[in-house]
Structures are given as C-alpha cells and as structure tokens.
C-alpha cells in the first residue's frame, strides 16, 4: 500500500493544521493507520493512532490538541492540530498497520510542519 501525506507548512504558535494521508487501497485492510512525528536529533515518535473500527489513541503531548480521523468512503485518515507550539515542529509520517495474513507496516513520505513562536 502506498501513502500520500499532505498539508504540512509554517504556522504561528496557537495556530492550526491539518494533514491527510490518502491510502492508495481500501482502508478496510488496514488495522491501524497513524501519524508519527520526527524533529531534528531525535528519534521518530507516536503522535496518534486509530484503528479500524475506529478507535483512537494519542501520546500525552497530543492528547487534547490534536484529532485524528478516517474517511473510509476517501481512504484517507487526517489529523487536525490545534493549538500547535513551537516543540511540535517536525516531519510528520503517516504510517499503515496490517496484521495476521499479508501482514505490512507502510510509511508515507512525510510532511514539514513548522510552529513559530
């Protein structure tokens, strides 16, 4: 499967965006899709999670700021970041989980969001 993230950019601290990640198959194959983060020296991050029949998980500093979503109809999961700071700058990834039979774990390209404080 191959995915294609979006919507990364330059943003003032307390400011928002959002990023999508179209899925070039059926999200009905996928268990769990995500996005993780990765800034400059450090290693790459969980940011939030969801599962297949829908449900969520976030990392503590995503927890209450940031929501993430799937449109089965678009095979696309999206995240929506609110009240962004400057220490959540970094490559964000789209990830897919499949499990059991024909199993894979596929990475999107990755997208640059920037938060100036």
């Known amino acids: 499967v191959q995915l294609q993230a979006s919507g990364g950019g330059l943003v003032q601290a307390g400011g928002s965006l959002r990023l999508s990640c179209v899925v070039s198959?059926?999200?009905?194959?996928?268990?769990?899709m995500g996005w993780y983060r990765q800034s400059a020296g450090k290693q790459r991050e969980m940011v939030a999670l969801?599962?297949?029949?829908?449900?969520?998980y976030y990392s503590d500093s995503a927890k209450g700021r940031f929501t993430i979503s799937k449109d089965n109809a678009k095979n696309m999961v999206n995240l929506q970041m609110n009240r962004l700071k400057p220490e959540d700058t970094a490559v964000y990834y789209c990830?897919?989980?499949?499990?059991?039979?024909?199993?894979?774990?596929?990475w999107g390209q990755g997208t640059q969001v920037t938060v100036s404080s």
């Open positions: 990830n897919a989980q499949r499990f059991g039979t024909q199993s894979f774990n596929s």
């Open positions: 969801i599962s297949n029949v829908g449900s969520t």
């Open positions: 198959g059926s999200l009905d194959n996928i268990n769990i």
